[in-house]
């Protein structure tokens, strides 16, 4: 998929919606991958102003993108707000048919640390995910860590044979605002949680997100510690990252030393065929995809971890001060990977420089209104309700916190 998933203009639908013709139309009830908990975030209704974070309970865990559908009403919307569902809705054939599915097996897919994926072949040089979500939802950052182990069982599990040829996670992150009315003077999260779910509840909420994130390797600061403020301007920095953290100063060594470990590698080896013509290893198609901004891509998933890290684990609020601290921390971290390589350290001087260019950035409204016009699209026209939610390779929607194994097996039925 050439295009992005969300194209920041309302007017426009993205091609993993024009597309369902060529889409998968499997449940996770035929790829039997049930599972009976799948925590997300959901969105505020429009009158609210408080984040909802819902452990949502999935009937379908895993849709084709073919299954979107039109958002729910109000009410609807409302009603799943309160129980904690958040269900992405059929049409009647396939409700008739996942109701057969589910008859027929009702076993949990049990978590990845106990599962045993057969190794497999893989015959595709890329997956694609689209993944929509907001920068102080708990479950986008636990979803974060579990899809990061997924690649990696990902790799594990290939072929012996294949064990030289890596496929390419060309991974996008997408903005989703769960609370658009939330106050750009900073309160403590807390105070957000006891006002949406009443005291005794929002223990239990927190509670249970702090264990999830425990498992993952994630210490989550206490809510009484944390500020919380709109999280607008913290996309506008995601952005910035993907398109321009650290190029003029990092890229150019990034490529030098990943083209070399490219040329390596089985995915762009050159072959003779039996008449001595020249071949590629991959389809034709395959060569004629858009090349990966592997730099970007690095960046994005390198600002989104810290501004997780700052929310969650240091109690940061994200207004300016706070990330212009975090672009600052991924500079440094890009200029500690760039002299680890062999290449000339960088001036510290270059990287401040470029850290009060990110400063004016945000003092503006550069790019925007195309962040809430992406986000429109999320909402309105893609139907999403909650985040995380991920798209893989426009064939798989993804919604809630899945386990690892469930990755992994949508990442086989892809390559």
């Keep these: 998929m050439s295009q992005e998933l969300c194209k920041g203009n309302c007017g426009v639908v993205p091609s993993v919606v024009q597309d369902t013709a ?6 996770l009830y035929q790829l039997g991958l049930t599972t009976p908990n799948s925590p997300s975030c959901t969105s505020t209704s429009a009158n609210a102003s408080a984040s ?7 009937k379908s865990t895993t849709t084709p993108c073919s299954g979107l559908q039109t958002p729910p009403s109000e009410n609807a919307d409302a009603e799943t707000d309160e129980k904690g569902d958040h269900e992405i809705e059929s049409n009647t054939d396939q409700e008739e048919e996942e109701a057969e599915l589910e008859s027929s097996s009702t076993t949990a897919h049990p978590e990845s640390e106990e599962t045993i994926i057969a190794p497999f072949s893989v015959t595709k040089s890329r997956i694609r995910l689209d993944i929509s979500s907001d920068t102080t939802c708990p479950w986008c950052f636990i979803a974060k860590r579990r899809i990061a182990k997924a690649i990696q069982m990902f790799y594990a599990l290939s072929s012996p044979e294949h064990e030289t040829k890596r496929v390419r996670f060309d991974i996008h992150w997408h903005p989703y605002q769960l609370d658009p009315q939330a106050p750009l003077v900073p309160i403590l999260k807390s105070k957000l949680y006891t006002r949406k779910f009443g005291p005794d509840q929002a223990i239990f909420v927190r509670d249970r997100v702090v264990q999830a994130a425990k498992v993952e390797g994630i210490e989550f600061l206490p809510a009484d510690q944390c500020l919380y403020r709109n999280t607008l301007i913290s996309h506008r920095l995601i952005k910035y990252a993907r398109e ?7 890229e150019a060594s990034f490529k030098s030393r990943h083209t070399n470990i490219d040329n390596n590698s089985s995915i762009s080896r050159i072959e003779n065929d039996d008449d001595g013509e020249q071949k590629g290893e991959e389809e034709e198609e395959e060569e004629e995809e858009e090349e990966i901004d592997e730099f970007g891509n690095m960046v994005e998933d390198a600002m989104v971890e810290e501004l997780f890290h700052s929310h969650f684990e240091r109690g940061e609020c994200g207004d300016i001060p706070t990330l212009k601290k975090c672009a600052r921390n991924v500079l440094l971290a890009l200029a500690a990977d760039h002299a680890a390589a062999g290449n000339e350290p960088v001036d510290t001087e270059k990287i401040e420089r470029e ?18 016009d992406e986000i429109q699209v999320a909402k309105h026209q893609m139907g999403f309700h909650g985040v995380p939610t991920i798209v893989v390779q426009s064939m798989y929607l ?14 086989k039925r892809v390559v």
């Design 52 to 58: 909802v974070c819902a452990e949502s309970i999935h």
């Design 398 to 411: 993804v919604p809630g916190g899945q386990d690892c194994a469930t990755f992994v097996e949508i990442f």
């Design 244 to 250: 321009r953290l650290g190029r003029e100063l990092f």
């Design 22 to 27: 060529t889409t998968l139309t499997t449940t």
């Design 355 to 372: 850290v009060e260019e990110i400063e004016r950035y945000l003092a503006t409204d550069e790019d925007l209104q195309q962040i809430m």
